[in-house]
């Protein structure tokens, strides 16, 4: 199965290289911020054509095309285009995320990055990989070495990153980063790369892969307040290389007004 779903993810990349530099039309959807491309709907249709066929009865969960329902316990959860605004202005800071859920357990998670060929995958319970290379998130203690990713929605107003960003000063963490590009933060924090990700809120199918990557690399994700998930699809919690980290991110994270908990 991930052979296949690997496969749906590079036939998407190539759909998504055609269109990378280009001249693109822009449609708007929640508001100026999200928005969609040609570029997004030409990847989901490979995607959803290719999975399809291979996979009639299962449902599937597509960020432009939206439910496809057929009364299985298998769910797709695809983002065709993560990082749709960083694709327009020419910023290779993008990827195709695909992820399979089983009664709302994520069994398996693919994020393909098309310019670097990278396919970063996980199943359930075997390990998570950059191509094939075993992925393993870091050790790193000390905040003043942490690189700290901060996820958000459309409707975040900016402030509670602004008081972020104060509070990492305060704390002396090396950098905080906002890359628009989910998936692949959490592929960066599976492989060692960054350290923690903060995410307020954002949509279902940035996250789905990615997370199951991070915790197949040895990560640990948490709500906001350190309890465990109970649902996987929660867009509020916290993600970290490690124990001592993620309990020093979650202190810095409590500190800000979230929302839920």
């Excluded at 994700?221 to 916290?238: A, N, R």
Aim: aromatic letters at 8%; a negative charge.
């Amino acid at each position: 199965m991930i052979n296949k779903v690997i496969t749906a993810a590079k036939l998407a990349g190539k759909e998504l290289t055609k269109h990378f530099g280009q001249s693109l039309t822009v449609t708007n959807k929640s508001s100026l911020a999200d928005f969609r491309t040609e570029a997004d709907l030409a990847s989901e249709k490979v995607i959803l054509d290719n999975l399809q066929q291979d996979f009639p009865d299962y449902n599937f969960f597509s960020e432009e095309k939206g439910w496809i329902k057929n009364d299985s316990d298998f769910t797709f959860v695809i983002d065709p285009l993560d990082g749709t605004n960083n694709f327009t202005i020419g910023l290779p800071n993008f990827s195709i995320s695909i992820a399979l859920q089983k009664n709302k357990e994520t069994i398996l998670g693919v994020v393909y990055q098309p310019i670097l060929k990278e396919v970063f995958w996980a199943e359930k319970d075997k390990g998570a990989y950059l191509n094939k290379s075993r992925l393993k998130t870091n050790g790193v203690e000390s905040l003043q070495e942490a690189t700290v990713s901060y996820l958000c929605g459309y409707k975040d107003s900016g402030k509670t990153e602004e008081n972020l960003l104060t509070i990492c000063h305060k704390y002396g963490i090396k950098r905080l980063l906002s890359n628009w590009s989910p998936a692949l933060d959490f592929c960066r924090l599976a492989s060692g790369k960054i350290e923690s990700i903060i995410c307020n809120g954002n949509d279902i199918y940035d996250n789905m892969a990615g997370k199951l990557i991070v915790k197949e690399a040895g990560g640990i994700i948490t709500q906001l307040d350190g309890s465990k998930e109970q649902d996987e699809t929660s867009t509020y919690f916290t993600a970290s290389s490690n124990k001592h980290m993620h309990q020093k991110i979650l202190d810095i994270s409590q500190q800000l007004a979230l929302l839920p908990r």
